[in-house]
């Protein structure tokens, strides 16, 4: 077993893939030649040739609408949108055409383009470099929505994406390309060297997407979370020796309630938490799903962590990022309420 | 206000009440535009942006380089399936003016668009269509009967109810999924284009939209694409002169043709007469040989006229003037290639009105078959369980879930 970072395993699914099954092709800005500003592609298109490995313009609506056509004449395209930040000039492709295809021709044509786009904050990129808008793409039908927290589960999600016939939009939190974060930012940075999730198969697996895991167990506070949090939340629950069970969420849409229903149903109490702003959130869905299946299972109203109703603020990232403090301090507060 | 605005506000020439004035159309006398060679290179190509090119002269005669030189059997070929165009439109139009169907859009004055342009393509091309394409889905075999289904959301509706009317699509005719958002398909049909090319096969892309969509930013990211990538793919501007009730002018036909759009680019663009199926094969086809050797795209803005109102929902008498088809100085595509037809003595009125009776019947068979399968007021119905199918490949839980609750619903649970 090798050891990867996320932006490893990323680039060893494309790999992989691309080894696999000739119809997988890149397409993106600076992901040729260069091999992408986190180097998720680097050394691809040296490998694959760039027939297959494809730099674009500066047309986020462009890639998305081209790769669009590429699906339906059989191809497998990988889209990386360089920030998710990036991604609206294409967002009436992603749900007018991408998402609806399928569904308006009865199944005559689809395309299976994996959208790929690093998302979320912590990394001092203000309000450009550093969304998390994946609600925005949850509340669409029609596409899968994905978010790994951990090396393992990108590249196991990343080839369930490409060889899914269904879209997806895969969102990978750029805080922990290079190592788990755990939301305090005065400590010093940590690799994937010792964590259990940076060991990585060179070759194929999958992780299935529409399946939630348990990051930690736990017996007295399930927290509902994914990406970068998940760490953030395991912390916390260290931090203020609270016995959570913190589930990663992995896939938002189509998203795995039965995992979230169970481990509420025997904790009693529920923290649900992501960076993205709280209003109309995908926390609002969470919160939803734990409460129609858990309500006479709850001991407390179950509460809430996420980033302020603000745009993402460059100067004060950490008042704004649901990190260790507030993460704790969610954790209490649903530990308090009676 | 005390100062007098300096914006350029367009306006039509003529709105309702006042005298057809096409002043502003730049024609071309037929015959008169050159046919370069198809490996010239698009800085040598920029004049036919401008020009118009024309075979069927006023005097019913086909002219100049452009000439595809039809034989009789190809001439009542594209006779044929522009009348059937026409005469399923107007049959349509009245069903729904009827009630029994809930909308529809015509392709009246258009026709040799859809006609020529499929006749000028091969058959494993695949072309991504506007709304006004429906003569694409013909020519390239899906019955009349399944169209119409369509339209009635029946239980043989392609669409299975999910689609307005006039949405149609064919995977075995290679006619892409009908939006009804604009300009939407047209890097669709560029990315199509490049894997045809990176899998190395000769087939090529066409798309169309109409003039008000060009101002759409798919149009320009298309552009950006076939451009850069060399896509060989054709891609096109049908110019009807009006976009709901604003004219060509609001989308920036009055600056330059659309068919400059590319140039900029380097994409090659040829203006062409819309309602000469003469003229607008031999450029279609021009079009695709430059493409399927390598050539890259060709951007063809097809000059016509909206002969009816945009859809059923519209009333052009509120914004245009009711004569206004008639002075179009294009003429109406159908009659042009009859006098032609007529003038080579290969047609004759009688012969028009046995195939137009003959086109008729087929239309009434068709709409008696499509009734059995349904109509909006009588059953056969679709079960409304498959609105929750193809929205993933396979069902996800939350579906599954839906649907049962639906089902106990409607059963009064």
Request: hydrophobic share 40%; aromatic share 10%.
């Amino acid at each position: 077993m090798a050891r990867m970072n996320m932006i490893e395993a990323i680039r060893s699914a494309h790999d992989v893939m691309m080894d696999k099954d000739p119809s997988v092709i890149v397409l993106g800005e600076d992901v040729g030649y260069f091999g992408g500003v986190f180097r998720c592609t680097d050394g691809l298109q040296r490998k694959f040739g760039e027939h297959r490995v494809i730099d674009a313009p500066i047309s986020e609506g462009g890639i998305i609408g081209a790769a669009i056509g590429m699906g339906v004449n059989g191809l497998r395209p990988i889209a990386e949108i360089q920030f998710a930040d990036y991604i609206y000039p294409g967002f009436d492709q992603i749900v007018s055409e991408l998402a609806r295809l399928r569904y308006r021709s009865s199944g005559e044509f689809f395309s299976p383009v994996t959208i790929r786009t690093p998302c979320g904050g912590g990394i001092r990129g203000g309000q450009t470099h550093s969304q998390s808008p994946e609600a925005i793409f949850t509340h669409v039908t029609g596409i899968k929505t994905v978010m790994p927290s951990n090396p393992y589960d990108a590249k196991g999600l990343l080839i369930s994406a490409i060889e899914s016939d269904d879209p997806v939009v895969f969102f990978e939190p750029k805080r922990i390309y290079n190592g788990p974060f755990d939301g305090d930012p005065e400590k010093p940075a940590v690799s994937w060297n010792s964590h259990p999730k940076g060991e990585v198969p060179e070759g194929y697996y999958t992780v299935p997407m529409g399946q939630a895991e348990i990051a930690q167990a736990g017996e007295e506070l399930t927290i509902v979370t994914y990406g970068t949090l998940v760490h953030v939340a395991i912390a916390a629950s260290k931090e203020t020796g609270v016995d959570c069970e913190v589930v990663d969420v992995r896939t938002m849409a189509p998203l795995d309630v039965q995992t979230l229903a169970d481990s509420v149903r025997k904790t009693g109490r529920c923290l649900v938490a992501h960076e993205a702003t709280r209003f109309g959130g995908f926390g609002a869905e969470l919160v939803a799903s734990v409460q129609k299946e858990c309500f006479y299972h709850l001991e407390a109203p179950i509460g809430r962590v996420a980033g302020w109703d603000t745009p993402y603020p460059h100067a004060f990232e950490w008042q704004y990022f649901p990190g260790l403090k507030r993460m704790s301090a969610g954790i209490r507060r649903v530990m308090e309420a009676e | 206000m005390s100062k007098k605005s300096r914006l350029h506000i367009p306006a039509p020439n003529a709105r309702p009440g006042d005298k057809p004035d096409f002043s502003y159309l730049d024609l071309s006398p037929a015959g008169s535009v050159d046919k370069p060679a198809i490996d010239t290179r698009p800085r040598n190509l920029e004049h036919l942006a401008s020009g118009l090119v024309r075979v069927l002269d006023d005097d019913h005669s086909a002219k100049g380089p452009w000439n595809p030189n039809f034989d009789a059997t190809q001439l009542q070929v594209g006779l044929r399936w522009m009348l059937l165009n026409r005469v399923f439109d107007e049959r349509m139009w009245q069903i729904q003016r009827q009630g029994r169907i809930s909308f529809y859009m015509q392709a009246t004055g258009e026709e040799a668009v859809a006609i020529a342009q499929a006749m000028a393509l091969r058959p494993g091309d695949m072309c991504f269509p506007s709304y006004r394409s429906q003569g694409l889905f013909m020519y390239r075999g899906v019955k009349l009967v399944d169209m119409m289904c369509q339209c009635l959301s029946n239980t043989r509706d392609m669409c299975q109810g999910r689609q307005l009317p006039i949405m149609y699509h064919s995977k075995s005719g290679n006619v892409f999924s009908i939006s009804g958002n604009l300009g939407t398909q047209y890097p669709h049909a560029v990315g199509w284009a490049m894997a045809s090319a990176i899998k190395g096969e000769d087939h090529i892309a066409a798309s169309w939209v109409g003039d008000g969509s060009t101002a759409e930013s798919d149009f320009h990211h298309a552009l950006t694409f076939a451009a850069v990538y060399q896509a060989p793919v054709i891609l096109n501007v049908v110019n009807n002169q009006w976009a709901i009730s604003t004219f060509q002018g609001t989308a920036g036909g009055e600056q330059r043709p659309f068919a400059a759009r590319g140039l900029g680019l380097g994409i090659p663009g040829i203006r062409v007469d819309g309602n000469d199926l003469l003229a607008v094969y031999s450029v279609t086809l021009w079009a695709a040989e430059r493409a399927r050797r390598g050539g890259g795209p060709t951007l063809i803005e097809l000059v016509t006229y909206r002969g009816g109102p945009h859809s059923t929902s519209d009333d052009p008498s509120k914004y245009r003037p009711k004569d206004e088809w008639a002075a179009f100085p294009l003429g109406d595509p159908i009659e042009r290639l009859k006098q032609h037809m007529i003038a080579e003595g290969h047609w004759s009125d009688a012969k028009h009105e046995s195939l137009l009776d003959e086109l008729k019947t087929e239309v009434t068979a068709a709409w008696k078959e499509a009734q059995q399968y349904g109509t909006m007021t009588e059953g056969p119905w679709l079960d409304p369980g498959t609105m929750f199918e193809d929205v993933f490949a396979e069902m996800p839980r939350n579906l599954e879930s839906q649907r049962r609750r639906m089902y106990e619903i409607e059963r009064g649970e």
